[in-house]
């Protein structure tokens, strides 16, 4: 299955980074083939101006048949360039499962911006499933190699791909 996994921040110095890899790791062991987008290299100034590789861009988000959103928790909200990226698109989306990965330096991982993302996601006509994997207190998660600390998130993942799998699965029909 092919899943575009989206870094959704582009800040200097990013903790969601580290874990972007990471899942991008687990994913690719799961048997996804991951297109990985950092929003990094796709920034615009304004919403009417177009992204950088923009055609090229395009044909990445159509082709894929599910996608996972890492982003950070930033002031209780998701970044602006996340926003402003996921905007870029909106047919494009339309029936497809998505994924959420929240990062934050405080305990609850990011879930205010997961919420956020949530409605973002059922308004561009996506479909947010219901597991997610959560970071807090980042980057006590990571040891000095890139690999996460705690091995219940290697499970969590686990069950976080089968169900992506599975949307992705049952609302093929609509993308047809």
């Known amino acids: 299955m092919k899943v575009a996994l989206i870094l959704g921040t582009a800040r200097q110095g990013r903790q969601s980074e580290k874990v972007a890899l990471w899942v991008r790791k687990q994913a690719e062991q799961f048997g996804f083939d991951i297109d990985y987008i950092d ?3 796709h920034l615009r100034r304004f ?23 890492v982003s950070p928790e930033y002031n209780a909200g998701y ?49 947010p499933i219901r597991n997610v994997l959560h970071f807090g207190n980042m980057p006590e998660h990571f040891d000095e190699g890139g690999e996460v600390k705690d091995v219940s998130q290697k499970e ?19 993308r047809e």
């Open 47 to 69: 919403t009417n101006e177009e992204i950088p590789g923009q055609e090229g861009l395009q044909t990445r988000i159509v082709s894929a048949e599910a996608f996972i959103i």
């Open 39 to 41: 929003v990094a290299d």
């Open 79 to 127: 970044p602006g360039e996340l926003k402003m990226f996921l905007d870029a698109f909106y047919d494009e989306y339309f029936g497809k499962p998505v994924a959420f990965v929240g990062v934050s330096d405080g305990p609850r991982g990011g879930s205010r911006a997961v919420e956020k993302l949530r409605s973002s996601a059922l308004a561009m006509q996506m479909t």
């Open 156 to 174: 969590k993942a686990r069950g976080l791909f089968e169900q992506l799998q599975a949307f992705s699965q049952a609302l093929s029909g609509l």
